[in-house]
C-alpha cells in the first residue's frame, strides 16, 4: 500500500507544482553549468580547472569560504554569504509577492518596478527627514515603512483604476507608469537636499538612513550569520508572505479577489464589485512593492544611486521569475526569492573567486532564471505523462475526463477530448 | 459480393475506464447499414465517450470495432476517416474567419502542384449541397453565417471526405424549431441513400421522429437496444433513467397573488447592433405564478433579463421589484429580492476553476454564518455545500472540493439551480434553465420550478424548449425582436399558434406596446 500512498502523494498538485519547480532550477542550474563550461573552454584566461571550479561554484556559490593555501576552492558554512543571501532576498520576495498576488487575481503586474521606485522615494525621504533627535528612530522608520508601503500602494493603483474604468489593458499602463515613476524619483531627488554630499565619492547617491539613526532592528539574525548584512527584514518579507497566504485563501477578501481574477463577469453577476477589486488588487501589489523598497533601503546601510535615472531597477522585474517559479503560491515566493538571491552571491564568488568576468556571471544567471521560468511547461509534461501512462492516451485528451464526465457535454464546454480530433476530423 | 453483413459497424463489449470511473462498461452497439440509430442516455451515461472511442480520440481497454464485419483498428480520427466515418462535433470544429468553402475543403484539399483547385473542389460541394439540399453561401465567412448554417458546413465537410457512416453528437441542441425539422429531413434523406446515422441524444421526442432503433445507455452500462416502433417516450425515458419518469409536469392551478415584479416599458440596448435588442416590453410576474416568455433565441429575451437583473444598463423603461423602484439599482441591491438562474453557466453563472463549495457560496459569503472577521468560516462554508449537493444531488468527483471545471454540464447547471433556489428569493428568474440536460435533471428542475411557485414565489421562466414553455407554465409572453407580441394561456393555445407569433407571422396589438 506503500505505493499507494506515492501515488496519491504524487496526484496531488501542490506536489506537482513544487517538483515541477524543482526540476525547473535543476534543468536551469545545469545548463548554467555548461554555460560556465564552455565560457571556460573558450576564453584563453581559462582553464578546464577554473571551469569546473566554475561549476562547482554555480551549484554550491552560498556555502563557498574562498579558497585554502594550496589554493584550491573550499567550502563550508560561510556567514556573510548566507546573511547576504537573506538579505537581498528580502525585496526580492516582496516584488515577488507583488507579482503573484496580482496574478491570482488575474492581473499581470509588470509594474513592480515602478511602484518599488515609488516606496524607495518614499520610504528614503521619510526616514531622511524627519529628525530622529526629535522623533524615536524607530518610530521614524515605522512611518517611513508605512509610508513606503502607500506609495506603491497609490502607485499601483493607477493601472487599477485605468482598467477598471477605461478597460485599459494593465500590462500597458504598467510599463508607462514604470518609466513615470522612473523620472518623477529622479527629479524628486534632484530638487531635494538628500544627496550624499559628505563622502566626496558618493554624489550621486542619497545619504543612507543611517545618518538619521534609522535602521532595521536585526532581531538577533546578525548573532546567526556575523559579518552580513542581515537584519530583521527577511522576517518582515516571511511575515508578510504568511499574511497574504491567508489574505488569498482564507478571507473574504482574497475569494472577492480571486473571483474577479477567475470570471469577471460571474463575479458581477454574484453582485461582487469588479471594478474596485481590480483596483484593490492592484494597490495590495503595489503595496506589497513599495514594502519591498521600504525593507531594502531601510536597512541603514543600502545607498540609492539617484542621478538621472534611466533604467528601472532589476528587483522589480526579477519579482516576475520569483512569482513564476513558486508558481505564485506566497509561501512559495519565500523560497524562490531566496534562491535568486542565491544565484546572486554565487555570480560574486565566481567573479571574486576565478576569472569569470561579473558579466559572463549574469549571463549565467539569466539563463538560470530563464529556464526555471519553465516551471508551468515542466508541470505540465509531469502531469501528461502521468495521465499518459494511466490511460494510454493523449495528455490533452484525459483532461476533460479526469472527473469521469463522459457525458453528452451538455452546455457550451466542448470536451477537451473532442478538440484533440479537430485535426484529424479535417483530415 | 456474397453476404453481405449484417452491420456496417460493430462496436463489441467496448470498456473504456477512466480515473475512478468506468464510462463504458462492456458496451455492445451494431449499427445496420441505411439506419438511423439513436443513442440515447443521460449526461455522464458514456455516449460521447463511446463515440470518441469510434471516432478514434480515446483508445478502450477492452473490446474491439468491426466494419462490415472485419475487425479494424481506429487509433486516431485520421482512421475513422480512412474507413468512412464521419462526425458532426456538439460544438462545431470551424475556423470562423475562414470562407464557407476553405472550411469545407480545410485537410482535404485538391491542389495541384501545391496550389490549391479551388474550382473543382467548388463543383463538388455545390453538387453535393444540391442533392442533399443543405444549401450554404460557400464564399461567406462563417463567423457570419447562423449556427445553423454553420452546421450544415460541417455535415458538408463529412460529405465531402465520402463519409457513409454519420455522427451527430447532439445536432439539435443549437438549433430552432424550423431547423430540427430541416435537419430531421437531411438525416432521413441520408439514411435513404444508404448512409448509416449514429444519433447523440437525449431529446425523447426527437428519437421517435426520427431514428429505426435506439440504444439506451445508462451510467457506462449498455441497457439494451430496441426498435423505435415498438417503444414509446416514456418508456425510453424509464430506460434511461433506471426509474419511471414524470415526463408531464404535475401541478395544480396556480394560485397569483400580488405582483412582484412589474416591468414598464423597458428598452435594452443591444451589443451586437445598433438597435435596441428590448423595445418598451412591459409586463408583471405575480407571486405564486411561472411566467414564461418564449420566443424563437435571439429575439431579445437575452438583453431582457441582463435589463431585469442589472448586467446591462435599460436606457429606458422602469422596473419595481417588490414595490421598489430598481431600475438603476446594482446588481447586489437587485439580488436582494432576486435570484437568477443565467443563461451562460460558464460566463456568468460558475467560476469554472473555483470549488463547488466556492461556487455554492458565491452571493452569500459575505453573510454572517460564512465569514467573521472577513475570515471565511471554512467548516460552515462545507456544510452548507455538503446539504445542498446532497439535496439537490449534484455530483462530482470529489463532492465540495471538486474544481467546477471538471464537473459534468448537468451537474454545473444543478449546481446552479442549486444555489439560486437555496436563496430564497421572491422572484427567481430562470434562462432556459433545462439547457443541455437529461430527462432525470429536466424533471427534477421542473419540479423545483413548481415548487417555488407553489411556495408563492414569483417565477420568470425564459425558454426556447416549446414543451417545457407549455407544460410549465401559466402564462406565456412570446417575444419577438424585442417586443412582446402575445400572452397566451397554456391551456388554451396551442404549439402551432404559438409557432406562429413567436415567428412573427402573427402578433396581438394589444402586446405589451407601451409608450
Redesign the interface.
Known amino acids: 500500500m506503500k505505493n499507494g500512498r506515492l501515488s496519491d502523494f504524487m496526484r496531488r498538485d501542490g506536489t506537482r507544482t513544487v517538483l515541477s519547480s524543482i526540476v525547473s532550477i535543476l534543468i536551469g542550474l545545469v545548463v548554467g553549468a555548461i554555460v560556465v563550461f564552455v565560457v571556460g573552454l573558450t576564453s584563453d584566461n581559462l582553464t578546464l580547472t577554473s571551469a569546473w571550479e566554475g561549476i562547482r561554484l554555480i551549484f554550491g556559490g552560498l556555502f563557498s569560504t574562498g579558497r585554502d593555501s594550496a589554493g584550491a576552492l573550499t567550502f563550508g558554512f560561510n556567514s556573510t554569504n548566507i546573511g547576504n543571501m537573506l538579505f537581498r532576498a528580502t525585496p526580492l520576495i516582496m516584488t515577488g509577492l507583488s507579482v503573484a498576488v496580482a496574478y491570482k487575481t488575474g492581473l499581470f503586474n509588470i509594474g513592480a518596478p515602478g511602484q518599488y521606485l515609488m516606496g524607495t522615494m518614499a520610504s528614503l525621504m521619510l526616514a531622511l527627514a524627519i529628525p530622529s533627535e526629535v522623533v524615536p528612530a524607530g518610530i521614524v522608520w515605522i512611518i517611513a515603512f508605512l509610508g513606503g508601503i502607500l506609495a506603491g500602494a497609490l502607485w499601483g493603483a493607477i493601472p487599477g483604476l485605468l482598467k477598471a474604468l477605461l478597460n485599459i489593458n494593465e500590462v500597458i499602463a504598467c510599463i508607462m507608469t514604470n518609466w513615470i515613476a522612473a523620472n518623477v524619483v529622479t527629479w524628486a531627488f534632484d530638487v531635494s537636499n538628500f544627496k550624499n554630499l559628505v563622502e566626496s565619492t558618493k554624489s550621486s547617491y542619497i545619504y543612507k538612513t543611517t545618518f538619521n539613526g534609522v535602521e532595521t532592528p536585526k532581531m538577533g539574525l546578525d548573532i546567526l550569520f556575523p559579518n552580513s548584512q542581515v537584519n530583521g527584514g527577511i522576517l518582515i518579507a516571511a511575515l508578510i508572505a504568511v499574511l497574504m497566504y491567508i489574505l488569498m485563501n482564507k478571507t473574504t477578501l482574497g475569494y472577492e479577489l480571486k473571483a474577479c481574477g477567475s470570471n469577471r463577469h460571474a463575479a458581477r453577476y454574484a453582485g461582487i464589485s469588479d471594478r474596485r477589486n481590480i483596483v484593490l488588487s492592484m494597490a495590495i501589489a503595489g503595496g506589497l512593492s513599495g514594502a519591498g523598497a521600504a525593507l531594502y533601503y531601510l536597512a541603514g546601510n543600502t545607498e540609492f544611486f539617484w542621478n538621472t535615472y534611466t533604467s528601472l531597477p532589476a528587483t522589480g522585474f526579477n519579482g516576475i521569475p520569483v512569482a513564476l517559479l513558486a508558481a505564485n503560491n506566497p509561501i512559495g515566493v519565500v523560497f524562490t526569492g531566496m534562491f535568486m538571491s542565491m544565484l546572486d552571491i554565487a555570480g560574486t564568488q565566481l567573479t571574486s573567486l576565478t576569472a569569470y568576468n561579473e558579466y559572463i556571471t549574469d549571463v549565467i544567471i539569466a539563463v538560470i532564471v530563464y529556464l526555471s521560468a519553465f516551471s508551468l511547461v515542466i508541470k505540465m509534461l509531469i502531469s501528461g505523462r502521468r495521465k499518459k501512462v494511466r490511460a494510454a492516451q493523449p495528455g490533452s485528451a484525459a483532461q476533460a475526463d479526469a472527473s469521469g464526465e463522459t457525458g453528452s457535454g451538455a452546455g457550451p464546454m466542448p470536451p477537451a477530448g473532442a478538440d484533440t480530433g479537430k485535426g484529424g476530423g479535417e483530415a | 459480393m456474397a453476404a453481405q453483413p449484417e452491420y456496417i459497424i460493430e462496436m463489441l463489449h467496448i470498456t ?6 468506468i ?2 462498461d462492456d458496451i455492445t452497439l451494431r449499427l445496420r447499414k441505411g439506419e438511423i440509430h439513436a443513442l440515447l ?9 463511446l463515440m ?1 472511442v469510434l ?5 478502450p481497454e477492452a473490446g474491439e470495432i468491426r466494419k462490415n464485419g472485419e475487425v479494424v483498428r481506429i487509433d ?3 482512421d ?2 480512412a474507413l468512412g466515418i ?2 458532426v ?3 462545431f ?1 470551424l475556423i470562423d474567419v475562414f470562407t464557407v468553402l476553405d472550411n469545407i475543403i ?3 484539399e485538391t491542389t495541384k502542384m501545391g496550389f490549391l483547385q479551388r474550382r473543382e473542389a467548388r463543383r463538388k460541394v455545390e453538387e453535393l449541397s444540391e442533392r442533399y439540399g443543405l444549401h450554404v453561401d460557400l464564399d461567406a465567412k462563417v463567423e457570419s453565417i447562423t449556427v445553423g448554417m454553420q452546421q450544415r458546413v460541417e455535415i458538408l ?1 463529412m460529405l465531402y471526405r465520402d463519409n457513409d457512416i454519420l455522427i451527430f ?2 445536432p439539435t ?1 443549437v438549433l430552432t424549431p424550423q431547423e430540427i425539422d430541416e435537419l430531421m429531413e437531411t438525416m432521413r434523406g441520408f439514411a435513404r441513400e444508404g448512409k448509416s446515422i449514429l444519433f ?3 431529446k425523447l421526442n426527437e428519437i421517435m421522429a426520427v431514428s429505426d432503433r435506439v440504444t439506451v445507455l445508462r451510467k ?1 452500462r449498455c441497457i439494451g437496444t430496441v426498435d423505435t416502433k415498438d417503444t414509446n417516450k416514456q418508456a425510453l425515458s424509464n430506460m434511461m433513467v433506471g426509474r419511471p419518469v414524470q415526463l408531464e409536469v404535475v401541478k395544480s392551478p396556480a394560485r397569483p397573488g400580488e405582483t412582484v415584479l412589474d416591468v414598464h416599458g423597458l428598452t435594452v440596448p443591444s451589443k451586437v447592433h445598433k438597435k435596441d435588442a428590448v423595445h418598451g416590453v412591459s409586463f408583471n410576474v405575480r407571486a405564486g405564478e411561472i411566467l414564461c416568455i418564449a420566443g424563437i433565441d435571439g429575439n431579445g429575451q437575452t438583453e431582457l433579463v441582463y435589463g431585469l ?1 442589472g ?1 446591462e444598463k435599460p436606457t429606458h423603461g422602469r422596473i419595481e421589484l417588490c414595490g421598489q423602484d430598481i431600475s438603476h439599482a ?3 441591491k437587485r ?1 436582494q429580492e432576486m435570484s ?1 438562474i ?1 443563461e ?11 470549488t463547488l463549495e ?1 461556487n455554492l457560496v ?2 452569500r ?2 453573510e454572517r454564518r ?2 467573521h472577521l ?3 468560516n ?1 467548516p460552515n462554508v462545507r456544510q452548507y455545500a455538503e446539504r445542498l449537493i446532497e439535496q439537490y444531488d449534484v455530483r ?3 463532492g465540495p472540493v ?1 474544481v467546477v ?6 451537474n ?2 444543478k449546481a446552479i439551480v442549486a444555489r439560486e433556489l437555496d436563496l430564497e428569493k421572491p422572484l427567481i428568474v430562470a434562462v432556459q434553465p433545462t ?4 430527462v432525470g435533471a429536466i424533471e427534477y428542475i421542473h419540479s423545483q420550478l413548481v415548487a417555488e411557485r407553489d411556495k408563492g414565489h414569483a417565477v420568470l421562466l425564459v425558454s426556447l424548449e416549446l414543451d417545457e414553455v407549455m407544460s410549465l407554465s401559466d402564462r406565456i409572453l412570446v417575444m419577438y425582436e424585442g417586443e412582446i407580441v402575445g400572452e397566451f394561456d397554456p391551456k388554451k393555445v396551442t404549439v402551432e399558434e404559438l409557432g406562429l407569433y413567436m415567428a412573427g407571422a402573427k402578433r396581438d396589438s394589444a402586446g405589451g406596446e407601451s409608450a
Not at chain 2, 16 to 21: A, D, L, Q
Not at chain 2, 55 to 59: A, I, N, P, V
Not at chain 2, 405 to 410: A, D, F, I, L, V
Open positions: 473504456k475506464e477512466f480515473p475512478g470511473i464510462a463504458n442516455g443521460e449526461n455522464g451515461a458514456g455516449k460521447s465517450t470518441s471516432f478514434g480520440l480515446y483508445k486516431d480520427p485520421n475513422a476517416t464521419g462526425m462535433h456538439q460544438h470544429k480545410l485537410g482535404a465537410k453528437d447532439e441542441a447523440i441524444s437525449h457506462g437583473t448586467l446594482s446588481i447586489k439580488s437568477h443565467p451562460d453557466r460558464h460566463k456568468h453563472g460558475l467560476i469554472l476553476d473555483f466556492q458565491l452571493q459569503f459575505k460564512f465569514q472577513g475570515f471565511i471554512q462530482s468527483g470529489q471538486t471545471r471538471s464537473m459534468s454540464g448537468g454545473q447547471q439547457r443541455g440536460l437529461d
